[in-house]
């Protein structure tokens, strides 16, 4: 048989061609300590790099980092410089940066950064099964805000993952600082004090990790172009502490997005709450919220979390979202669920909320609708201060139980009236 070369040769080029592409598709990289570990095995002969920055300093755009345990935790702090790189940790892989550094600084105010791990503008990531952990930082003062992982204008996806002790040194634990996953954005028309100057976005996942030990918030995410989904996630704070209001979630500052089927737990700020302090307010330096969506850029819908010991359980502004089957248990001082006076069109429907000191569901805004749920022990089940509100009746009434007011239609003071239901993280 004879051959064209012609034919030949395009076939050729071809295989060259595809054969590039084969080669130049995404690796698997491994960090040990000892330079010796496979993405299966890290006890395996295999040639490994020996730090996190070194691997990735090697790596190309896709390829995914697997990081062994080691004999100790890794004293790092990474800074994501390429597109899509996975991060794997193995059997406990730890980052713990000790002193942490300031290599970065806030989109918003400018303000130093110290983060653990830094997603900056334009870059998508993964992390996935590692644990990171502040707790040698070495910050004390206020200057500087400690963070575990910050996507500044950065995207991407946190899961099965343990982000802990994000706080400040003792003394400094009335700093608003230390949160523990942060998500930013902003641009020259963020409703922030000091414009960002150039457009960026921050779309990220947060779901199935843990999150505790930190100073302010939990998991965040702030700014106009910010789009954060929690899902899965255990969110527990300090309990009662005299330092500081936590949140366990907050969207915030025209952000906006998804939180749903998360466990937060004990973020109370203790001066609210305690009735040796002073009148006529003991919470005019605010309180803490379990989920706190505050000025949100859109529809941020909260359904399917449990909420216990808190004092506010879910806070909503926002306009046409959605609080939905959550279980709110134990709210100090305030409501299981409260909705703010700009807060518009929003369902409440199907939650189970219970032992709260205020109202159970407190309705400050308008065209609101509040059926099918279930109320247990509270001065008030459902204050509807707003005007056009809906409550439920018939097949979508709502139900009562030990609520010696079921429903109050007239607008009655607050216990927060002179104060701060929520305190909002500030935006750096």
Not at 80 to 87: E, G, I, T
Request: net charge negative; hydrophobic share 35%; aromatic share 4%.
């Amino acid at each position: 048989m004879h051959f064209n070369p012609s034919v030949r040769s395009i076939a050729l080029v071809l295989c060259v061609s595809l054969c590039g592409v084969s080669s130049a598709a995404a690796a698997k990289r491994v960090v040990d300590p000892d330079g010796q570990g496979s993405s299966t095995n890290c006890e395996a002969s295999n040639a490994a790099y020996t730090s996190i920055a070194i691997a990735i300093a090697a790596a190309n755009v896709g390829d995914s980092i697997y990081i062994c345990p080691g004999p100790g935790p890794y004293n790092e702090q990474v800074v994501v410089s390429k597109n899509n790189l996975k991060f794997i940790g193995i059997l406990g892989a730890t980052i713990a940066p000790s002193p942490m550094l300031t290599n970065t600084a806030s989109l918003s105010s400018g303000n130093p950064i110290a983060a653990v791990i830094l997603v900056p503008a334009g870059i998508t990531t993964t992390i996935d099964q590692l644990t990171i952990d502040g707790s040698g930082h070495g910050i004390s003062g206020c200057a500087t805000n400690p963070m575990g992982i910050y996507f500044r204008n950065g995207s991407g996806t946190v899961s099965n993952s343990a982000v802990k002790n994000i706080r400040l040194a003792a003394g400094f634990g009335g700093c608003q600082a230390g949160n523990a996953i942060f998500a930013q954005s902003c641009d020259m028309s963020d409703m922030s004090p000091v414009p960002c100057g150039a457009t960026g976005s921050s779309v990220v996942t947060v779901k199935d990790s843990t999150v505790h030990d930190f100073q302010k918030n939990g998991i965040t995410g702030s700014g106009i172009h910010t789009t954060l989904t929690a899902t899965g996630n255990r969110v527990s704070g300090d309990g009662a502490t005299p330092n500081i209001a936590q949140n366990g979630i907050q969207i915030a500052f025209g952000a906006l997005g998804t939180v749903s089927g998360n466990v937060v737990s004990d973020v109370v700020y203790s001066q609210c709450v305690d009735p040796s302090a002073p009148n006529p307010n003991p919470c005019n330096n605010g309180s803490s919220t379990g989920i706190l969506v505050y000025q949100a850029g859109g529809v941020t819908n909260v359904t399917q979390n449990s909420v216990i010991t808190t004092q506010t359980g879910v806070y909503l502004d926002a306009d046409g979202s959605s609080v939905s089957q959550n279980d709110i248990t134990h709210t100090l001082q305030y409501d299981g669920i409260y909705l703010t006076a700009t807060s518009t069109g929003n369902i409440v429907a199907q939650n189970s909320v219970g032992t709260s000191d205020e109202s159970a569901i407190w309705v400050d805004g308008t065209m609101n609708s509040i059926t099918k749920n279930n109320l247990i022990e509270a001065p008030i089940g459902i204050h509807s201060c707003g005007g056009g509100n809906t409550i439920g009746a018939g097949s979508t009434k709502n139900t009562f139980y030990d609520i010696p007011v079921p429903i109050e239609a007239t607008c009655m003071a607050s216990k927060s009236s002179a104060g701060a239901r929520a305190t909002a993280s500030p935006v750096d």
